[in-house]
């Protein structure tokens, strides 16, 4: 019998399952240490710090970045300073764990 006239098979396609879920990439963001992206170590401790004395406000509000009685925008520039704390916490978390950073 000859097989010329059969089809040829079709590639066969790879699960769901295989690929990694945009989800764990958008939380890659969040959880990787800022040292693996090129940043010092001190500069990201530095910005932990200014995060925190933003976020305390020693000033009472003489010194807000973005005004908070803007609608939307006026809470932008605290969020930026928790994001700071975050990653601060996430790369003191990454070296108590002993991870080496990566080249």
């Not at 010092?40 to 933003?54: A, N």
């Not at 020693?58 to 807000?64: D, I, R, S, W, Y």
């Not at 803007?70 to 764990?97: Q, R, T």
Request: charged share 20%.
């Amino acid at each position: 019998m000859d097989n010329s006239s059969l089809p040829e098979p079709k590639p066969t396609r790879h699960s769901d399952a295989d690929a990694p879920a945009p989800e764990a990439d958008r939380l890659r963001f969040f959880t990787t240490p800022l040292s693996r992206r090129g940043l010092p170590v001190w500069l990201v401790y530095l910005l932990t710090v200014l995060g925190v004395i933003y976020l305390l406000n020693p000033t009472l509000g003489v010194f807000e970045l973005v005004p908070d009685n803007l609608p939307f925008i006026g809470n932008l520039d605290e969020g930026a300073a928790v994001l700071l704390i975050w990653f601060g916490l996430v790369e003191f978390l990454s070296g108590k764990k002993g991870v080496p950073p990566s080249e």
